[in-house]
């Protein structure tokens, strides 16, 4: 059964296998996972300090809903339905428990590329302090690790400023 039939009130168990290297997040761990069921993506709202790699093959336990458009903090409607389905995601899960069924693989280009990458990370955090860590890696790498709330504020305020 596909996911489009499935109750969306109802917790379940999916099966999947993690396409996107884990993003972390402020207060959560964001997974992009294929079900073994069918060709869509859904991301996954996990615990922060679950230990998830990009190829691992997982249950998650949780409730599944399409996602909607919000409001953002300039009164903005952002159409994130399309934001996600650009990449294949149609669905978002917030996952109450993880079971991690098979470690993917570290032997191929993509995976020796995302350690490389996650390697890379860690040593910029290790030498540099907060918040400048997690700039220069989002300026360098493109990574989207949270800045925390306030700098994130002042970079929307200073990137709609030099929008205008």
Do not use: C
């Not at 336990?61 to 159409?79: L, Q, R, S, Y």
């Not at 490389?116 to 493109?142: C, M, Q, R, T």
Request: proline residues 5%; charged residues 30%.
């Amino acid at each position: 059964m596909g996911i489009d039939r499935l109750d969306y009130n109802e917790p379940l168990r999916i099966k999947g296998k993690i396409v996107e290297p884990p993003e972390k997040r402020e207060n959560y761990l964001r997974v992009i996972f294929r079900p073994a069921t069918g060709p869509e993506k859904v991301v996954a709202r996990v615990d922060l300090f679950e230990k998830l790699d990009y190829g691992d093959e997982v249950i998650f336990t949780g409730t599944i809903k399409k996602p909607a458009n919000f409001i953002t903090d300039t009164g903005k409607e952002f159409d994130y339905v399309l934001y996600l389905a650009v990449r294949g995601i149609y669905y978002e899960m917030s996952v109450s428990q993880v079971e991690v069924v098979a470690a993917g693989s570290r032997l191929g280009l993509k995976s020796s590329l995302f350690w490389l990458k996650d390697a890379f990370v860690k040593k910029l955090n290790h030498l540099l302090p907060e918040p400048e860590s997690s700039l220069a890696v989002g300026i360098l790498l493109g990574v989207k690790e949270s800045l925390g709330e306030e700098l994130e504020k002042k970079s929307r305020k200073i990137n709609r400023l030099i929008l205008s």
